[in-house]
């Protein structure tokens, strides 16, 4: 079955400290590849998403993530994160179109 | 526009109740789905619709029923509710297939324990 992985159950940082936040997905032909944040007592929200194109893309708040292809991965960067940042983050991918699988997700927390 | 509406907000029930967790969107959206979320499973896709009339099954659809009569409404019934169904519930809607350039829009949730 199609199945996303997130590496990092919890992440610590202090502010201004860099941070990458990985994903990696199972093969399962073309997909689409999303991460999605959620703050404390708020609903899910879209930082970013590759559909096709330069693999580099950037998402809202200075998130940016990478695709690469070879090593099935989709990883969430940002060069310098802000107390703000904290909240849990879900990679999600979309195998055929209709239905969209979600990471167990990470949890960040940035200590100010 | 509200978005997507979820309803109750938190609800409590007992082993072998049922009940129906009622969501509805004012987007126009074509695509509905539901999540449940659990500690350290990230969110599973429970049902989805992608237009009204038409429902499927997502990874975790045992013991969960749905329906799409209209495009706006999106209801999940439980129709016998067991503790392993506690968690917190998502719907979510798009204009089209999450698969297309159209995002996910996602209710507040809503938190059901059932003891």
């Given at each position: 079955a199609q ?10 940082l ?6 990458e ?18 703050y ?7 930082l970013?998403?590759?559909?096709s194109g ?7 708040k ?10 099935f ?15 849990e983050?879900?990679?999600?991918v ?19 | 526009?509200a978005g997507?509406?979820q309803?109750?907000?938190?609800q ?9 967790l009622?969501?509805a969107?004012d987007m ?9 979320q ?5 969110l599973?896709l ?5 237009g ?14 749905v329906?799409?009569?209209t ?9 016998s509710?067991?503790?392993?169904q506690?968690s ?17 829009h996602?209710?507040n ?7």
């Amino acid at each position: 079955a199609q199945s996303v992985s997130q590496h990092n159950h919890h992440v610590i940082l202090s502010e201004a400290a860099s941070l990458e936040l990985g994903c990696n997905y199972s093969y399962g032909g073309t997909v689409n590849l999303f991460w999605y944040v959620q703050y404390p007592g708020q609903h899910l929200q879209l930082l970013l998403k590759y559909f096709s194109g330069d693999p580099l893309v950037k998402g809202i708040k200075g998130f940016e993530a990478e695709f690469i292809k070879s090593k099935f991965s989709f990883n969430l960067r940002k060069p310098s994160v802000q107390w703000s940042d904290t909240a849990e983050y879900f990679c999600a991918v979309t195998y055929n179109n209709n239905d969209m699988r979600f990471g167990a997700g990470t949890r960040l927390t940035v200590k100010p | 526009n509200a978005g997507v509406t979820q309803t109750p907000k938190f609800q409590v029930l007992k082993t072998g109740q049922s009940m129906t967790l009622q969501c509805a969107q004012d987007m126009n959206h074509e695509y509905m789905s539901w999540y449940r979320q659990d500690p350290g499973m990230g969110l599973r896709l429970i049902h989805y619709s992608v237009g009204a009339g038409i429902t499927d099954q997502g990874e975790v659809p045992n013991g969960y029923n749905v329906s799409r009569s209209t495009t706006e409404d999106f209801p999940l019934r439980l129709l016998s509710a067991a503790p392993s169904q506690t968690s917190v519930y998502f719907c979510a809607s798009s204009y089209s297939v999450p698969g297309t350039n159209s995002p996910l829009h996602f209710g507040n949730g809503t938190r059901l324990t059932v003891t």
